[in-house]
Nanobody, 126 residues
Framework: QVQLVDSGGGLVQAGGSLRLSCAAS????????MGWFRQAPGKEREFVAA????????SYADSVKGRFTISRDNAKNTVYLQMNSLKPEDTAVYYC???????????????????WGQGTQVTVSS
């Protein structure tokens, strides 16, 4: 079992930056690949970024490539999402996710993840 707590969301103007954090507990953090997803009002949850267990591999949605950076600190049991050059269309609830245990790659589909944070709201004003 892994418990995930998302934080760092807020209101920011277009062009600004935010850093989201996701703190994990309950199991060995480095055993899990991690991902970030987002869900805008009236839309389905979508993939944003993923990172492998050791942090050596990452993957990004085309819509955020070059603007967002996913990273992790296994000593702090935390995964981050640095978001730069934010746009109004980035407005959504952002969720971190973990799993499956021991998988060494990066995954982009919702059903591939076993544990989810509660979400943190990001609002980008124009």
């Amino acid at each position: 079992q892994v418990q995930l707590v998302d934080s760092g969301g807020g209101l920011v103007q277009a062009g600004g930056s935010l850093r989201l954090s996701c703190a994990a507990s309950g199991s060995t953090f480095s055993n899990y690949g991690m991902g970030w997803f987002r869900q805008a009002p009236g839309k389905e949850r979508e993939f944003v970024a993923a990172i492998s267990r050791g942090g050596g591999r990452t993957s990004y949605a085309d819509s955020v490539k070059g603007r967002f950076t996913i990273s992790r600190d296994n000593a702090k049991n935390t995964v981050y999402l640095q978001m730069n050059s934010l746009k109004p269309e980035d407005t959504a609830v952002y969720y971190c996710a973990a799993g499956p245990v021991y998988y060494s790659g990066v995954l982009q589909t919702i059903k591939s993840y076993d544990y989810w944070g509660q979400g943190t709201q990001v609002t980008v004003s124009s």
